[in-house]
């Protein structure tokens, strides 16, 4: 297992962030999601033995402090943070200036 030992933040709980999730867990890592959605956060944790997750808006600086201080919390000092390409193309689709 490649990723023994190491502890990975995985933003995202569908699509392509799932997928990376998975992978990583097979391949030994400790994973902990963040996402918008709990009930993707839920279904995807319960699929990866040993996952946590935090529910956030991480455009919002609060709630992605909590988050990360939630994935510290639980993983202790994270090896890696993986951002998928869809989380990247939402944000650029969103305009939350607004809020």
């Not at 023994?4 to 990583?24: E, H, L, M």
């Amino acid at each position: 297992m490649r990723l023994s030992g190491k502890k990975i933040v995985v933003t995202g709980a569908s699509g392509i962030a799932a997928s990376g999730a998975r992978a990583a867990a097979r391949e030994g890592a400790r994973v902990f999601l963040i996402s918008l959605d709990v009930e993707e956060c839920r279904d995807l944790a319960s699929e990866i033995d040993g996952s946590s997750f935090a529910v956030a808006d991480l455009c919002e600086e609060e709630q992605a402090e909590d988050a990360f201080e939630s994935a510290r919390s639980t993983l202790g000092a994270s090896t890696g943070c993986s951002r998928w390409p869809e989380a990247v193309a939402g944000d650029l689709a969103t305009d939350r200036s607004t809020r």
